[in-house]
């Protein structure tokens, strides 16, 4: 087949109006109970949800169909223990002096700190890398387009189907994250965007009361 050449788009059920707007609410009912979890448990989770969460994630639209990211696995304790390690150093910097008071203060409400141990505890990392080279066959060096929008709604995905399978996650950044790159084995043209944490929460596992606070709709759409 040439690569222009097209196929019917005949993949979408014809809902009636009823059944989309049902659908919809249904699905911002579960969504809206994703948080953020900072508090894992070590129990295993079947490998399977994982790569089937990281299909999910590979469908996402993307610049050029070049599909720029990678997403590294880490199951390994003495790769957790490592990146636990090198994390909570870059943190501490970030909580002592690198960070500015204004973002220190907009993180208090969430009671974050330097101490990481769902780094170790989790399951799963999941580190997110952008490919700022590639394309889309095995060993080619093109250019790549729109890599953080791209990694970003892969990695919306990425989540949305890990919550959808009952997990937990958390969005974690060490800044700077070059670590990564050496730690999951990556070439120098990647760039770590995101360590997502993964498994099932705690059986005591809280959340920040100030996370579950979003805005309204009119507050974050306008009609035209
Ligand atoms: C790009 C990004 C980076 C984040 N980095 C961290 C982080 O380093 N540590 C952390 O505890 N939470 C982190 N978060 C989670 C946010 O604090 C959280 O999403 C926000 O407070 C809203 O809460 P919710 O996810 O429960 O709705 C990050 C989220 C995003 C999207």
């Not at 109970?33 to 790569?51: G, L, W």
């Not at 250019?143 to 969005?171: K, P």
Request: a neutral charge; aromatic letters at 8%.
């Amino acid at each position: 087949m040439k690569p222009h050449d097209n196929l019917p788009y005949s993949q979408l059920p014809d809902y009636s109006d009823a059944e989309r707007v049902a659908r919809s609410r249904a699905f911002y009912e579960a969504i809206r109970t994703r948080r953020t979890c900072r508090y894992f448990s070590n129990e295993a989770v079947p490998r399977a949800v994982i790569e089937n969460a990281i299909l999910a994630a590979g469908t996402a639209p993307n610049g050029a169909n070049h599909q720029p990211w990678h997403f590294a696995v880490i199951e390994s304790a003495e790769k957790k223990k490592v990146l636990r390690a090198a994390a909570e150093e870059e943190e501490r910097a970030f909580y002592q002096s690198k960070g500015s008071e204004e973002w220190l203060e907009a993180l208090a409400p969430l009671g974050t700190d330097a101490d990481k141990p769902f780094l170790e505890t989790a399951p799963y990392l999941i580190v997110i890398f952008g490919q700022r080279k590639g394309g889309m066959n095995p060993g080619e060096t093109k250019q790549n387009y729109y890599v953080n929008e791209s990694v970003g709604i892969a990695t919306g995905m990425l989540i949305t189907a890990l919550h959808d399978a009952g997990l937990a996650t958390l969005t974690h950044t060490p800044n700077p994250m070059k670590f990564l790159n050496q730690l999951c084995d990556r070439p120098h043209h990647e760039k770590a965007m995101m360590v997502l944490v993964v498994g099932k929460p705690a059986a005591d596992a809280t959340v920040p009361v100030h996370a579950t606070n979003k805005k309204p709709l009119d507050a974050i759409s306008s009609w035209l």
